[in-house]
C-alpha cells in the first residue's frame, strides 16, 4: 500500500503538512471527478496552494543540472514565444529526438510524486511530443509505464503521478523526445510529494 505522503516528525511541520495534504487532496478529488486519468492537460490549480518544488533551476533548462541527451540543444529564454507567466523565460529545445532530464531529486520509496511542466510545439504539423518516463535512479532502471503527451502551438500544462518504487531515493524528472517531431519549447518544471499538480513555484 503505498504512502501518499511522508510526515516530518517534527510537530508544527507535521501541521502544516497535514493542513497543505487536505487542500491538495481536495483539488485533486476536483480534478478526478472531471477528468479520472494521470495526464491532466491545461489545469490550472486555485492561487496560492504551493507544493514545494523538488526541482532545481525550474526554468533554466541550459543549466548544467539538466543533462540534455543528444541531439537535444537548449536555446535559453527565446524571445520567439512569450511564456506562460507573460515574460521570455521559455526555452526552446532543438531538434526531435534526445532526452532532458534532472536527476539526484531525493524521494522516499512507494511514495507518490506529481511531475508537472509546461510545453508546445513550435509547429503543429507535424505535432511535437515528449514522452514522460518513470526512473529510478537508486536502481539505474525505468519503471513502469511512461505516457506520451502530445503538444500543441498553445501552452499546456502537462502532470504525471509517479508512485516510487521499493528501495528507491532518488527520482529523475525525465523527458525523451524519442521518435518525436519538430522543435519545442518548455517552461516551469515541477516535482511535488502528492498526487497532484499544485501552482508552479519557480526555484533556481
Ligand atoms: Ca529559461
Known amino acids: 500500500m503505498p504512502k501518499r505522503f511522508g510526515y516530518p516528525r517534527n510537530e508544527a511541520s ?13 483539488w485533486g478529488r476536483d480534478i478526478k471527478s472531471r477528468n479520472d486519468i494521470i495526464l491532466s492537460v491545461g489545469l490550472e490549480p486555485p492561487s496560492g496552494n ?6 532545481r533551476f525550474s526554468e533554466q533548462f541550459d543549466n548544467v543540472l ?20 507573460g515574460g521570455n523565460n521559455a526555452d526552446k529545445i532543438n531538434d526531435a529526438g534526445g532526452s532532458l532530464y534532472q536527476g539526484s531529486i531525493a524521494v522516499e520509496p512507494l511514495t507518490e510524486y506529481t511531475v508537472s511542466f509546461y510545453a508546445r510545439g513550435a509547429t503543429v504539423d507535424p505535432a511535437a511530443s515528449f514522452t514522460i518516463n518513470q526512473y529510478d535512479e537508486t536502481g539505474s532502471a525505468f519503471f513502469g509505464e511512461g505516457t506520451v503527451v502530445e503538444l500543441t502551438s498553445s501552452w499546456q500544462r502537462f502532470t504525471k503521478t509517479i508512485t516510487t518504487v521499493a528501495d528507491q531515493v532518488a527520482l529523475r524528472f525525465y523527458l525523451n523526445r524519442s521518435g518525436a517531431a519538430g522543435d519545442a519549447y518548455v517552461f516551469g518544471a515541477q516535482v511535488e510529494i502528492g498526487p497532484i499538480a499544485t501552482v508552479y513555484s519557480m526555484t533556481v
Open 14 to 26: 507535521r501541521r502544516d503538512k497535514v493542513a497543505q495534504h487536505e487542500i491538495i487532496t481536495k
Open 50 to 55: 504551493a507544493g514545494e518544488n523538488l526541482l
Open 66 to 85: 539538466w543533462t540534455k541527451g543528444a541531439p537535444t540543444t537548449i536555446s535559453a529564454d527565446t524571445s520567439e514565444v512569450t511564456d506562460p507567466k
